[in-house]
């Protein structure tokens, strides 16, 4: 199974150590959203989707990225960092987004993430030293229970 994984991972890498660990289990190919040509998605049988969460949502430069695809019948992830709100709602725009455009999302995956925005530069942000190595294995436990694809909404946090 040929796997993409794109993602913006914008301030503190948080997104990308996240990304990184599920690629090395998926041999997945990782790209940034500008760094692709949407042609290219049409080689791939499952392709990730994954940010840090602003203000309850995805990076902007992903949202965009999504809304300049083509209409697809690809099999997806959606996966994230967050200083602390629910998964469930974080997701919930990209989700829509991504069925609009086609996509069969199989998995969802979050984790807390180090987070200096706003107001919490102030105290030394939250959630220091996250991702953290447990956060990281069950990334990777996310990961291969994709590379079999038993296709579920089962949230791992």
Not at 43 to 63: A, M, V, W
Request: glycine residues 8%.
């Amino acid at each position: 199974m040929k796997t993409l994984i794109i993602y913006e991972s914008a301030h503190h890498g948080n997104t990308e150590k996240i990304a990184k660990a599920m690629a090395g289990v998926l041999e997945a190919d990782l790209l940034m959203p500008d760094e692709i040509d949407a042609k290219i998605l049409l080689e791939y049988d499952l392709i990730g989707f994954g940010s840090g969460i602003y203000f309850g949502k995805h990076h902007k430069r992903l949202l965009a990225f999504i809304d300049s695809l083509p209409k697809l019948n690809k099999k997806g992830f959606i996966f994230s960092t967050k200083g602390g709100t629910p998964t469930w709602l974080n997701h919930k725009k990209l989700k829509k987004k991504l069925s609009e455009k086609g996509f069969d999302i199989v998995k969802e995956f979050s984790c807390k993430g180090f987070d200096t925005f706003g107001m919490l530069k102030y105290i030394g942000g939250i959630n220091k030293n996250r991702p953290n190595e447990k956060d990281l294995e069950k990334a990777k436990i996310f990961a291969k229970e994709l590379s079999v694809l038993q296709p579920s909404n089962k949230e791992i946090n």
